[in-house]
């Protein structure tokens, strides 16, 4: 965690780097019973010790937590348990979709004052215990409920411009309280949909939106952390997604699984629905130079027994690294950019088929 200044004296997040592949995160949600409205309980419940080993038999470095499932009340002793594993803590975020009733209609931006106080306070009690107690690398506010249901229930100016605010008041107050030096990162997640009906901000254009109308003074301290499945339910490619946000010098974090098309949040593993896809993902996370965690986000099968409940988690690292081993085996940048360079759509397209397939 931190910022300083680059060459250029502006504040930049200062986390620590590494190699792409060498750390990886994944939350404790991404291991459970399953279950819910649709499907039978599958698996037995794990203890956070439990859970902790099974994330690092995965091959996870880091750990995720929402404040629901670590309570700032006993945030040191899950903080030892963390470190008794050997592990760290990636990034934390406050539940601001069911936490209580007050979230049903939004959050940072929605429309009833009492509402956007709640969310405001929850989500600097987090910073707080992500500063001082878990020393968290990164703090994401995921819009969730965040948006509107349906035809004018908001004003939809005021509902941009109030989370902007929100956001500035946040990062204002995480300033004046701890400095640049040992101010968290903050990573704005947009979803389209689900848990809202239309989500604020629904993808990477519409945050980088919000970051823009932030005082210039705080804006160096926000950035984003773009979820696959999520701008696959918007009708994006993550990977351009990846690249505007980099271009915007503001890919802070990631979030990575995989999802089927327009519909709702499936996180599958890394790689499971589309191979393709995250040979495209870990390539544009090595063009635009992605050096922090790398933060998984994906749930278990419905079918995965007690013995799989690490399963889809493990299955995103090795797709990562099976990626990473075509990137930098199969696909000659020399080679790529010279085809680029003369716009050869049918060369692009049939050099990524060859690595890809690992056919000639």
């Known amino acids: 965690m931190a910022f300083r200044k680059d060459s250029q004296g502006n504040w930049a997040p200062a986390t620590t780097t590494y190699t792409l592949g060498e750390a990886f995160a994944a939350g404790v949600w991404n291991m459970g019973t399953g279950g819910g409205r649709f499907a039978p309980v599958m698996r037995p419940a794990l203890s956070l010790e439990e859970t902790l080993v099974g994330l690092k038999d995965a091959g996870c470095s880091h750990v995720e937590f929402h404040d629901t499932e670590a309570e700032p009340e006993d945030a040191v002793d899950i903080k030892k348990a963390v470190d008794n594993a050997g592990m760290k ?178 996180d599958l593993a890394f790689g499971d629905n589309d191979f393709g896809m995250a040979v495209e993902t870990v390539y544009t996370m090595q063009e635009i130079g992605y050096n922090a965690v790398v933060g998984i986000d994906c749930q278990p099968l419905n079918t995965d027994t007690a013995d799989q409940q690490n399963a889809s988690v493990a299955r995103s690292v090795r797709n990562f690294n099976r990626a990473l081993e075509i990137c930098n085996t199969r696909i000659n940048a020399d080679e790529l950019n010279a085809l680029r360079a003369i716009g050869d759509r049918a060369g692009l397209s049939d050099l990524f088929a060859r690595a890809v397939s690992g056919l000639s």
Not at 114 to 133: H, L, M
Not at 135 to 160: H, R
């Open 89 to 266: 803590v990636a990034m934390c975020t406050a539940n601001l979709f069911k936490r209580g009733p007050e979230f049903a209609i939004g959050n940072l931006g929605a429309p009833v004052a009492a509402t956007r106080a709640e969310a405001i306070r929850r989500t600097k009690n987090y910073i707080t215990t992500g500063i001082e107690v878990f020393q968290s690398e990164i703090y994401v506010y995921w819009n969730s409920s965040n948006g509107f249901g349906g035809p004018l229930m908001v004003n939809y100016a005021d509902c941009y411009r109030q989370t902007a605010e929100s956001l500035s008041e946040i990062v204002q107050w995480m300033l004046d309280t701890y400095g640049p030096e040992k101010a968290l990162p903050i990573a704005i997640e947009p979803k389209p949909n689900e848990p809202a009906n239309w989500a604020v901000p629904a993808d990477a254009g519409e945050t980088l939106a919000i970051i823009g109308m932030m005082p210039a003074e705080l804006q160096p301290f926000v950035g984003t952390n773009l979820e696959v499945c999520h701008s696959t339910m918007a009708g994006k490619r993550y990977a351009a997604e990846l690249g505007l946000v980099a271009a915007a010098k503001k890919a802070f974090y990631v979030h990575l699984n995989s999802g089927s098309g327009l519909k709702f949040d499936e």
